[in-house]
């Protein structure tokens, strides 16, 4: 009696999955916006690990009141006209690569599903997938866990196999290192390092950063995870708090050159791991070019400002965080940063349309359209 009835438990959930995916494939098919008409196949899920710039709203669930959350106004003021945890004026990088490749939006944030009932967990996490990304967040902290915890859910509900097949077609978005980089420059700042002394930091840095990506990768690839779109580091010294701290606006090139010395041993880490772990395919998106082409010709783009905030306050509105008491810009779509540390909504659609199908030179080996398609 027992296994039958947990057999029609299995065949009702399947049949809410059927629906669940046939529902989701027809929005993906009339949302505009973007590159989504490109989508020749859609993967079967995305899972998305990484700090603020990919947080579509995990923030918003934890606890402490110094944790930084964007569920106030001025963000979302574009889009939906309210704020929902993304730290931008309308949708973020994750969104609007999930959109290129045929979702409706960025997979909800996994504390969200959690956060009142788990009920709803397993059948996003097996039609549209999971958002881990949160704001400062690392390099394999705690959301590989709960990634781990969302598998087991998905295997005692459908079974193992089921579920390795899907992981095994789904993509896995990761964008992490960002928020080292800053810890680590205030942190040389402070000791007051030598130059010597900064170049055997930052290797040590590195070694540190590079062995815990190989293992989370690795690890993810352990439980059925195969695609990985990799965003590396971009010019974290030319975002307004950077740029405000110098008496001209400059960019900070110390801080530049330190996430360009991580990037450059980025590359030669996957091409490693995509040679030793089998079936693993990746495309690495290049955010640190992408973002020096753009602010070499920023008209080209369609910028008016790539300095300073367009909410905030003081000097280059980079003095204070986005606030409801903020000033802010009336050219939003001009402005590469809509607070003193992300960009907006506009800056992050066109970093999704550079590394889904955009100049070869924004991704390697393949672009994440490629990836998307892969098999």
């Known amino acids: 009696m027992a296994m039958e009835m947990e057999g029609r438990r299995r065949r009702r959930l399947l049949v809410c999955l059927v629906m669940m995916i046939s529902a989701q494939t027809m929005l993906a098919a009339v949302a505009a916006g973007g590159v989504q008409q490109k989508v020749k196949r859609r993967p079967a899920a995305m899972y998305v690990f990484g700090d603020s710039t990919l947080d579509v709203g995990n923030n918003n669930y934890l606890p402490g009141a110094d944790v930084p959350r964007a569920n106030k106004p001025y963000y979302g003021v574009d889009f939906p006209g309210f704020p929902t945890g993304r730290f931008s004026n309308g949708g973020n990088t994750a969104d609007f690569v999930a959109k290129s490749m045929g979702f409706v939006s960025s997979p909800p944030p996994y504390l969200s599903l959690v956060a009142n009932s788990s009920l709803v967990l397993v ?19 705690s ?3 709960y990634f781990s915890a969302t598998k087991a859910k998905m295997v005692a509900t459908v079974g193992a196999a089921a579920v390795n097949k899907l992981l095994a077609d789904s993509i896995v978005l990761m964008g992490i290192a960002s928020n080292d980089m800053f810890v680590f420059a205030a942190g040389e700042q402070s000791r007051n390092r030598s130059a010597t002394e900064q170049q055997t930091d930052a290797a040590a840095l590195y070694a540190h950063l590079l062995s815990n990506y190989s293992a989370t990768i690795t690890e993810l690839h352990s439980m059925g995870a195969r695609k990985f779109a990799i965003i590396n580091v971009g010019l974290v010294g030319c975002v307004p708090a950077v740029r405000v701290l110098d008496a001209a606006g400059a960019c900070a090139d110390g801080l530049n050159q330190l996430a360009a010395g991580f990037d450059d041993e980025l590359g030669p880490l996957l091409a490693g791991l995509a040679a ?3 079936g693993l395919v990746y495309s690495l998106a290049d955010s640190f070019r992408l973002t020096q082409d753009t ?3 920023p008209g080209a783009s369609g910028y008016t400002d790539i300095a300073g905030a367009c909410c905030g306050s003081g000097r280059l509105l980079a003095e204070a965080d986005c606030l409801p008491n903020s000033t802010v810009c009336t050219d939003h779509d001009g402005h590469v940063f809509w607070d003193r540390y992300h960009p907006a909504q506009r800056a992050c659609l066109l970093t999704a349309q550079a590394f889904y199908d955009g100049p070869a030179q924004y991704t390697t080996p393949i ?5 998307a398609q892969s098999s």
């Open 123 to 141: 059948p996003t996490a097996l039609t549209t997938g999971v958002s881990y990304a949160s704001a400062n967040a690392g390099i394999l902290d």
């Open 143 to 145: 959301t590989v866990q």
């Open 276 to 278: 030793r772990l089998p």
């Open 295 to 297: 602010f070499a010709d």
């Open 367 to 371: 672009n994440f359209m490629q990836l």
